[in-house]
C-alpha cells in the first residue's frame, strides 16, 4: 500500500514538475535574443492598419479572443479550410464577420523577414496584436507572455460551441466564460472590448424590435433605422457611441439599457454583474486595469509550449 501511494505522489510531482516547464516556457522576453525587432515590427505594422482603419483595431482584438475560446490560444482561427482542416473561419460567430486576417499575413511576412527566419509563432502575433490594437486606440497596455506554438488542426464544431453567442443570458455567459478558466469579472470586463468596433444589424436585430423592457425606447428606434426587419443583415452599427476609443462609455451604455447586443446588456440586467458594471462606467483607469489583468489570463488558456505544435512558416496553412 506504501509503495502504491509513493508512485501516485510521484507520478503527480512528475506531472506538476511537467506543467510548470510549460508555463515556464512563456516570458515576456521570450523573443530578446532571438529576434529582438519582432515586437517593434507587429507594433508598426498594427499601428498602420489601425490608422488607415480604425476598425482594425476591434478586428484584430476579436480575432485573438475568438482564438483563446476555441481549444485555447493556438492560431487555429487563421487556418484555412483544407481537406483535413475544419476551419474555424466558417464557423457561425467567425463566418463573415472575422477580419483581419490579411493584417495577420502581412505582420508574420515583415517579422519573418526581419527575424531571418520563422521564429515567432502566429499564436503569439495575434496576442500582441490584439495588445498593440488597444494601445493604439487609448486603451492600457499589459506585458504579453510570449512562447505559445501554433497548432496543426482546427475545429469549427468547437467554435460553433464555445464562443459566446450574442443572445446569451447572464447565466450562460457565467459558464461559458466557466469552461475557459474565466470568472464574472474577466466576463465583465473582457466583454469591455465592446468599446471598440461594431456589430452587424443580424447580431442585434431580435433586441431592439422585441426586448422591450430592457431596452431604452429611442435607443432602439435610432437603431431600427439601420436595421429594418427583414434585409440589412450586414448593416452595422457601433457597440458603443465612441467605437474607435477604448473608454467607459460601453459600461454607460449598458446603465442607461443601451446596450447594442442582448449578450451585453445581460451584463447589467439585476443580475450579480451589476455592480461591476456600475464601478467600470465611472472609472476608467479600474476597467483599465481589470482589462489588461483579464486579457493575460486569456491569453494563457490551454497554450501550446516547448516542442508541442509548431512555427507556422504560413499562419493559413500547416506546414
Not at 146 to 167: C, E, F, K, M, V
Not at 173 to 200: C, R, Y
Not at 286 to 296: L, R
Amino acid at each position: 500500500m506504501a509503495s502504491s501511494y509513493s508512485f501516485l505522489f510521484l507520478h503527480m510531482l512528475v506531472m506538476f514538475s511537467l506543467a510548470s516547464i510549460a508555463f515556464s516556457d512563456l516570458s515576456d522576453d521570450f523573443y530578446d535574443d532571438i529576434c529582438p525587432q519582432a515586437l517593434p515590427t507587429i507594433r508598426r505594422v498594427v499601428e498602420d492598419a489601425v490608422s488607415q482603419e480604425r476598425r482594425m483595431g476591434a478586428s484584430l482584438l476579436r480575432l485573438h479572443f475568438h482564438d483563446c475560446f476555441v481549444n485555447g490560444c493556438d492560431a487555429s482561427i487563421l487556418l484555412d479550410q483544407t481537406a483535413t482542416i475544419d476551419s474555424e473561419k466558417t464557423a457561425r460567430p467567425n463566418n463573415n464577420s472575422a477580419r483581419g486576417f490579411e493584417v495577420i499575413d502581412r505582420i508574420k511576412s515583415e517579422v519573418d523577414r526581419v527575424c531571418g527566419r520563422p521564429v515567432v509563432s502566429c499564436a503569439d502575433i495575434l496576442a500582441v496584436a490584439a495588445r498593440d490594437s488597444v494601445v493604439a486606440l487609448h486603451g492600457p497596455t499589459w506585458e504579453v507572455e510570449l512562447g505559445r506554438r501554433d497548432s496543426t488542426t482546427a475545429s469549427r464544431t468547437t467554435a460553433n460551441n464555445d464562443i459566446p453567442t450574442p443572445l446569451m443570458d447572464l447565466p450562460a455567459l457565467i459558464n461559458n466564460f466557466k469552461k475557459q478558466g474565466l470568472d464574472e469579472e474577466d466576463l465583465v470586463a473582457l466583454s469591455g472590448a465592446h468599446t471598440l468596433g461594431f456589430a452587424q444589424c443580424s447580431t442585434f436585430r431580435n433586441r431592439i424590435y422585441n426586448e422591450i423592457n430592457n431596452i431604452d425606447s429611442t435607443f432602439a428606434s435610432q437603431r431600427q433605422a439601420n436595421c429594418p426587419r427583414s434585409g440589412g443583415d450586414s448593416n452595422l452599427a457601433s457597440l458603443d457611441p465612441t467605437s474607435a476609443l477604448f473608454d467607459s462609455k460601453y459600461f454607460s451604455n449598458l446603465v442607461s439599457k443601451k446596450g447594442l447586443l442582448h449578450s451585453d446588456q445581460a451584463l447589467f440586467s439585476g443580475g450579480e454583474t451589476d455592480e461591476l458594471v456600475k464601478a467600470y462606467s465611472t472609472n476608467l483607469r479600474t476597467f483599465s486595469k481589470d482589462f489588461a489583468k483579464s486579457m493575460i489570463k486569456m491569453g494563457n488558456i490551454k497554450l501550446l509550449t516547448g516542442n508541442q505544435g509548431q512555427i507556422r512558416v504560413d499562419c493559413r496553412k500547416v506546414n
